[in-house]
């Protein structure tokens, strides 16, 4: 009988964690051959991720924060590879890991290598590849803003007390979306375009997104004067505009026109004027928990 192996491709950052050691070195005593690589710079992980599937790896594991699990995915399913992927969450928001269920601690993440790989959705946009969320408005303002140090003293809670400093600036922008049966514009204060739920630390944009059903969903929230008026008590209230916003599931939508309205991708600024966002199915073989949210046909 073969040693299953898998290779750990670990941000920079993340070299001295403790935690990630002891997982490494706790699932090669269950008889796993671990490999890990570290990035350095921008281009590692693509160039990590063509070495190990021509070394015959077909399980990778992506361990860091958002743009760590992006840039595998987004190199894994640009090689179009039937290998899989394990998420170990390892940054400040880890939006995608929690909306999807993945165990926080390295430990129990490297235990989803046991689990049955499923496809999932990937989305793209001007060549771009992303696993989460593509968002927009005051949101994407915050996120952009929010300092590392702040985020390595408050954590999650450092999106919130950014938001909370910056309300001077808050501004309505306006866009134009267009998709299949679907067209809306006006003025907005926030946009996802999600093949997961939440972004920018917690804020839960597109509830009811599935990482498997083929579809991106669409949430905008209008930006009425009686809206931006109250955004301070919303906010303080915790966040409770869910009824207010204008959501659609579509295999593709188009942003037309956007004045003044700064986009991420999975918290990474996004340049452009007209962007168009196509879902790609099952782009992605990932191993994630059998009873994940972001499944369909989970057991009940």
């Given at each position: 009988?073969?040693?299953?192996?898998?290779?750990?491709?670990?941000?920079?950052?993340?070299?001295?964690?403790?935690?990630?050691?002891?997982?490494?070195?706790?699932?090669?005593?269950?008889g796993w051959e671990l490999a890990v690589r570290v990035t350095w710079e921008g281009g590692d992980a693509q160039r990590f991720v063509d070495q190990a599937l021509a070394d015959g790896?077909?399980?990778?594991?992506?361990?860091?924060?958002?743009?760590?699990?992006?840039?595998?995915?987004?190199?894994?399913?640009?090689?179009?590879?039937?290998?899989?992927?394990?998420?170990?969450?390892?940054?400040?928001?880890?939006?995608?890991?929690?909306?999807?269920?993945?165990?926080?601690?390295?430990?129990?993440?490297?235990?989803?290598?046991?689990?049955?790989?499923?496809?999932?959705?990937?989305?793209?946009?001007?060549?771009?590849?992303?696993?989460?969320?593509?968002?927009?408005?005051?949101?994407?303002?915050?996120?952009?803003?929010?300092?590392?140090?702040?985020?390595?003293?408050?954590?999650?809670?450092?999106?919130?007390?950014?938001?909370?400093?910056?309300?001077?600036?808050?501004?309505?922008?306006?866009?134009?979306?267009?998709?299949?049966?679907?067209?809306?514009?006006?003025?907005?204060?926030?946009?996802?375009?999600?093949?997961?739920?939440?972004?920018?630390?917690?804020?839960?944009?597109?509830?009811?997104?599935?990482?498997?059903?083929?579809?991106?969903?669409?949430?905008?929230?209008p930006a009425p004067q009686e809206v931006v008026g109250t955004l301070r008590s919303l906010m303080t209230d915790g966040w409770g505009l869910d009824n207010m916003f204008v959501r659609?599931?579509?295999?593709?939508?188009?942003?037309?026109?956007?004045?003044?309205?700064?986009?991420?991708?999975?918290?990474?600024?996004?340049?452009?004027?007209?962007?168009?966002?196509?879902?790609?199915?099952?782009?992605?073989?990932?191993?994630?928990?059998?009873?994940?949210?972001?499944?369909?046909?989970?057991?009940?």
């Amino acid at each position: 009988m073969s040693t299953p192996k898998a290779l750990l491709i670990l941000h920079g950052k993340q070299a001295l964690n403790e935690e990630v050691r002891a997982a490494v070195q706790g699932k090669r005593e269950q008889g796993w051959e671990l490999a890990v690589r570290v990035t350095w710079e921008g281009g590692d992980a693509q160039r990590f991720v063509d070495q190990a599937l021509a070394d015959g790896y077909t399980r990778l594991i992506a361990g860091g924060g958002d743009g760590t699990l992006r840039d595998v995915a987004e190199a894994m399913a640009r090689a179009k590879t039937e290998a899989s992927l394990v998420l170990m969450p390892l940054g400040t928001a880890n939006d995608f890991a929690r909306a999807a269920g993945v165990p926080l601690e390295p430990e129990q993440a490297l235990d989803l290598l046991d689990v049955p790989a499923r496809a999932i959705d990937l989305g793209e946009v001007g060549g771009q590849i992303f696993l989460n969320m593509a968002t927009g408005g005051f949101g994407s303002q915050v996120t952009a803003n929010t300092s590392e140090d702040l985020k390595k003293v408050l954590g999650g809670a450092a999106y919130l007390f950014t938001g909370l400093s910056r309300f001077s600036e808050l501004r309505a922008a306006y866009g134009e979306l267009q998709g299949p049966d679907f067209h809306w514009r006006g003025e907005l204060l926030a946009l996802g375009i999600g093949n997961g739920r939440q972004a920018g630390g917690g804020h839960v944009l597109c509830p009811d997104a599935l990482a498997d059903d083929g579809l991106l969903d669409i949430s905008i929230l209008p930006a009425p004067q009686e809206v931006v008026g109250t955004l301070r008590s919303l906010m303080t209230d915790g966040w409770g505009l869910d009824n207010m916003f204008v959501r659609a599931r579509l295999p593709w939508v188009e942003i037309k026109v956007a004045e003044g309205l700064a986009i991420n991708l999975d918290g990474e600024p996004l340049q452009g004027d007209d962007l168009h966002f196509s879902a790609l199915p099952q782009a992605l073989r990932v191993h994630l928990p059998a009873d994940s949210p972001l499944l369909t046909n989970r057991p009940d």
